[in-house]
């Protein structure tokens, strides 16, 4: 007789249920890199940084040694981890509101210096923890509590695409965005975070996998709205793709 293979909850995920608003994406990311950290047989040696905004709360949900950073300085502190234990594999966990607002810096510089570190960057287009106000990857013509008549470039200026940014420092060795409003995404940004890790396991540089992310809550909208409306609106902001891949094949 076959065996069966359950479905069960990764071991480095807490035994705990989330608490992320319904139809939030963070709960499917958090479960992709625990799998992704229990397959690869990391999770005694990994250790999370966890910033201000929703994604502080990453700290509750994995069962993996961590901190939490002061808002967007996470890269920051995972350098220091990274280079006092060279050993360990440090990641970040930030959204947009972090680290592409006050993060930009710390971001860009880590990323060119070629840390090696991994970050999962969740883009929801909105500051989800603080109330809903526009974040610098706020669409234009999308409504927040601080663009209540739409973004506009000329009163906020353009979104602003982190990825295609970040290709062009010299040492990012594997950047990819992704998106998890389907079961075929999911599979492929669990892909993408499992090369990210790999990356760093190998000691190549830095690497970060961006996902698109829905907010229903701060987008007014139900679960099955806010993936349509990513769908439409989002992934023509943001194309997915590879932007960096200096990794290779990898099982």
Known sequence: MAKVTLFQRPKSLAKRDFTYCPGCHHGI???????????????????????????????????????????????????????????????????????AAIGTAEIIHAANRGEKITTIFINNAIYGMTGGQMAPTTLLGMKTTTSPYGRTSEREGYPIHVSEILKEAAGVVYLERVAVSSPAEVRKAKQAIKKAFIAQIKGLGFSLVEVLSTCPTNWGMSPIESIKWLNENMKKEYPMGVFVDKVGDVK
């Open 29 to 99: 990311v958090h479960r992709l890199i625990a799998e992704v950290i229990d397959e690869l047989g990391i999770q005694g040696k990994t250790i999370m940084v966890a910033p201000v905004g929703c994604s502080v709360f990453a700290y509750e949900f994995f069962d993996v040694d961590g901190t939490v950073a002061p808002h967007g300085r996470a890269p920051a502190v995972a350098t220091g981890m990274k280079r006092a234990m060279p050993d360990r594999v440090v990641f970040t966990y930030q959204g947009d509101g972090d680290l």
